[in-house]
């Protein structure tokens, strides 16, 4: 059951994903044009509601971007992308 709960969590979290992927690429950008990144700190942005990494980063070089990432996804309310 343990392995089957787990095997379970992660099906739901790739269809949340590609589900999140989907509609966003069908909708497209909202006003890419007109925005701006908004910076977060280091490495990180607010792009259309969303942390996402700088493409420049490498997250294995930095132990801390993850967690950087997660709190301020927690903090804005929003998902994370890399």
Known sequence: MYR???????VTWI???AWHRLS???VGPPGRVFRR???LGPDLVLRDGEVHLEASVDPAADGTLVLRAAAAA????????A
Do not use: K, N, Q, Y
Not at 74 to 81: D, E, I, P, V
């Open 15 to 17: 269809s949340d994903e």
């Open 24 to 26: 966003s690429s069908l």
């Open 4 to 10: 089957l709960a787990g095997a379970s969590r992660t």
């Open 37 to 39: 990144d908004r910076p």
């Open 74 to 81: 927690a903090l804005f309310g929003s998902r994370t992308r």
